[in-house]
């Protein structure tokens, strides 16, 4: 089983400033299997990533992905209010399972 | 519109049982393989099974390998989840996943693009 370390744990940061979340993985995924979600309390998970670094449908030009084999990144260049919730990231293996990162909770400083 | 409206979660005792059904619309079903993700209160999320298209190809989480099953009708659009066995360690919400394929340059992409609003399972005596 790949498993998934995202780091930090817990991110302060205000308004304006810039995030970056790390995903890390047990073994080399394949970009075209790794995604990143935002999740808001009370709220079903939000895909805003695919493919390491493809924004999904709708998803502001301020989120970003990237890496390859082992290491991936979201970053969020210019934090809006609505950008602090927990960010996942998610990966799918070739034996058709899947796994997914502990999270990041990103929060206003 | 991608819908996903999932039901069926509520209150069991330790041991007992549970299924949850997931009805789909606003897509071809049948093109999709289909997930169930959960997430424990106050926890990151977990996936928890997931099947073809067809419905003769699944896989499981180790921790429900054997209690769980999960099974599709693809004349009804309906996902379902079949929890036998279940402990307090199985509290929590269960989403239904739509699994989305997308062709870019670099080839296939695969990607959980739709999720339902989820519902609880609480197992507790």
């Known amino acids: 089983e790949i498993v998934l370390t995202q780091s930090p744990g817990t991110l302060s940061l205000s308004p304006g400033e810039r995030a970056t979340l790390s995903c890390r993985a047990s073994q080399s995924v394949s970009s075209s299997y790794l995604a990143w979600f935002q999740q808001k309390p009370g709220q079903a998970p939000r895909l805003l990533i695919y493919g390491a670094s493809s924004r999904a449908t709708g998803i502001p030009d301020r989120f970003s992905g990237s890496g390859s084999g082992t290491d991936f990144t979201l970053t969020i260049s210019r934090l809006e209010p609505e950008d602090f919730a927990v960010y996942y990231c998610q990966q799918y293996s070739s034996s058709r399972g899947s796994t997914f990162g502990q999270g990041t909770k990103l929060e206003i400083k | 519109e991608v819908q996903l409206v999932e039901s069926g979660g509520g209150l069991v005792q330790p041991g007992g049982a549970l299924r949850l059904s997931c009805a789909a619309s606003g897509f071809t079903f049948t093109n999709h393989w289909m997930h169930w993700v959960r997430q424990a209160p106050g926890k990151g999320l977990e996936w928890v099974a997931n099947?073809?298209?067809?419905?003769?190809?699944?896989y499981y989480v180790d921790s429900v390998k054997g209690r769980f099953t999960v099974s599709r009708d693809n004349a009804k659009n309906f996902l379902d989840l079949q929890m036998n066995s279940l402990r307090v360690e199985d509290t929590a919400v269960y989403y239904c996943?739509?699994?989305?394929?997308?062709?870019?340059?670099?080839?296939?992409?695969?990607?959980?693009?739709?999720w339902g609003q989820g519902t609880l399972v609480t197992v507790s005596s």
């Open positions: 099947i073809n298209q067809d419905g003769d190809e699944k």
């Open positions: 996943v739509r699994e989305g394929f997308y062709y870019e340059s670099s080839g296939l992409i695969i990607v959980a693009d739709y």
